[in-house]
């Protein structure tokens, strides 16, 4: 039987290999993501930056977080094109 810490332990591992899922996906199908975006988005900033989210919190898990957002913002599919004089659409 697996004590508390061996299974919080477990736990972490599977949430890290659940959001590196997230992470992959974003990556290889960016345009199939729309929809995940700002429930993504309202996860990470959940629990990376309100108090109630911070007692879930470990290192690996907010630095996954923060790579989703980071991963959303920077992808190029997301960006808006440029019309021809350079203004934005």
Excluded: W
Excluded at 40 to 65: D, I, K
């Amino acid at each position: 039987m697996l004590d508390k810490g061996g299974m919080i332990e477990i736990l972490e591992k599977v949430i890290i290999q659940l959001s590196k899922v997230l992470l992959s996906f974003l990556e290889v199908h960016p345009l199939s993501y729309v929809d995940f975006i700002e429930p993504s988005l309202q996860f990470a900033v959940f629990y990376a930056f309100t108090p109630e989210g911070q007692p879930f919190l470990f290192e690996r898990f907010v630095v996954q977080c923060l790579n989703l957002i980071k991963m959303i913002l920077i992808c190029v599919e997301y960006k808006s094109s440029k019309g021809s004089d350079g203004n934005n659409l």
